[in-house]
């Protein structure tokens, strides 16, 4: 049942990560358009490619985490011997999943508090707590990918060294 879920997650994050990157990718065409030719809501492109680019960010940054893909990780690890991998995996891991815990709630807080003032954007006149919204979501999932991560990699090393022993 848990990975079931898990997969359906990940499903739906790379959808609406390719969602707003075709959203973007569409809308950065009509801008070009409406440069020579005048469209009647160019208004709002530059608005839709920026707060498009804050979901992206922060869905691609879950979906790196989750696929171990993140740069960080990555520059780490690559110039480290394989044994000791394991050990800055996790500490990477410990270091992270504090670090969006604490962006999660700080970010959850930002948002409660621009939809108490009610804040809206420019041109769309859109609520920004939903564009917003993207920063705890994001951070969220990057909570839990970290957590599982920290479980797979300490279920490998222990593993490791069981059979070490």
């Not at 990975?3 to 969602?19: D, G, N, P």
């Not at 709002?44 to 879950?62: C, D, H, K, N």
Request: hydrophobic share 55%; glycine share 6%; with cysteine.
């Amino acid at each position: 049942m848990f990975k079931w879920m898990y997969t359906q997650l990940s499903r739906f994050e790379e959808f609406v990560a390719i969602f707003f990157l075709g959203l973007m990718t569409i809308v950065a065409f009509l801008q070009v358009i409406g440069r020579h030719t005048p469209l009647p809501f160019s208004s709002w492109f530059e608005e839709i490619l920026r707060y498009s680019f804050v979901w992206i960010t922060m869905l691609g940054g879950a979906v790196a985490l989750r696929k171990g893909t993140h740069i960080g990780v990555n520059f780490l690890t690559r110039f480290i011997p394989a044994k000791k991998q394991l050990y800055v995996n996790l500490w990477c891991e410990l270091v992270s999943f504090p670090v969006c815990l604490c962006l999660f709630f700080l970010s959850l807080k930002l948002v409660f508090k621009i939809k108490t003032f009610g804040t809206i954007s420019a041109s769309m006149e859109a609520p920004m707590w939903l564009i917003v919204g993207a920063l705890p979501i994001g951070f969220l999932l990057m909570v839990f990918h970290s957590f599982l991560s920290f479980g797979r990699e300490m279920r490998c090393l222990l593993t490791s060294q069981k059979k070490g022993e």
